[in-house]
């Protein structure tokens, strides 16, 4: 099972990396946490922001595999908890999905990438800053990854 990260943008400060990459490197070899970065479509004075989602969604397309189990973060998505995360994680190892977990451009995501996700999760009610939702991300996996693991960094 893989777990891959595909995120609208590439520019991203150096303690967003830092953090992204403190967490997916705890996760063990059999459930890596990759991730994929696709880039933002230009945006100038006069853009047209359905034209960039647009843009965007199909570059999103572009990299999924028919195999990739699709979970679109978006704000009206369905709330998880870490243990409800952990639970989703057990039954994809269990079912030997991969999972690609989508995070749109400051427009948001297309409709047919929301389409393609068999589920919607919102992270939080609070508009996130997108290069955070990374950093977010990447430590509920790895508490998520912990609870299944009996490890004691999750603690209720």
Known sequence: MRIRLISVGSRVPEWV???????????????????????????????????????????????????DLVVALEVKGKPWTTEKLSEHLASWRTQGMDVALLIGGPDGLSDTCRARALQQWSLSALTLPHPLVRVILAEQIYRAWSILQGHPYHRE
């Open 17 to 67: 990396e830092s953090g992204y990459q403190e967490y997916a490197r705890r996760l063990p070899r059999e459930m890596p946490l990759e991730l994929v970065e696709i880039p933002l479509a230009r945006r100038h004075k006069n853009y047209n922001a359905q034209q960039c989602i647009n843009q965007e969604g199909d570059a999103i397309l572009k990299v999924l595999t028919p195999r």
